[in-house]
């Protein structure tokens, strides 16, 4: 069961995510979100439980409780969806002049 972590102290590590979910059951993987230019945290991961039933029981236990400090925000993580290309500057199909009247 994929878990989405909120809220997670940014001096927090993977290990640190492993070993407080660890207390539920076994973990599969446990990841925080980083910026890719900096390395920083951006103050949210995800943790992959390895089986549901553990990954429910971390959620009810873990949602609101303090780490290091921060309440996390615990839900059951949702797909991703694909993502749309980005808009570029000559892409705009609004205010064109074309259709102005003056």
Request: charged content about 35%; overall charge positive.
């Given at each position: 069961m994929n878990i989405y972590v909120g809220n997670v102290p940014y001096a927090a590590t993977e290990e640190d995510l492993e070993a407080l979910f660890g207390e539920y059951?076994?973990?599969?993987?446990?990841?925080?979100?980083?910026?890719?230019?900096?390395?920083?945290?951006?103050g949210f991961g995800f943790v992959e439980m390895e089986n549901q039933e553990d990954g429910e029981r971390a959620i009810e236990a873990l949602d609101g409780q303090e780490m290091m400090g921060r309440p996390l925000k615990v839900n059951p993580a949702r797909p991703r969806t694909e993502r749309r290309e980005p808009r570029r500057y000559d892409d705009r199909d609004n205010n064109s002049d074309d259709d102005m009247e003056i």
């Open positions: 059951g076994p973990v599969a993987t446990a990841t925080i979100i980083r910026d890719r230019y900096d390395g920083r945290s951006k």
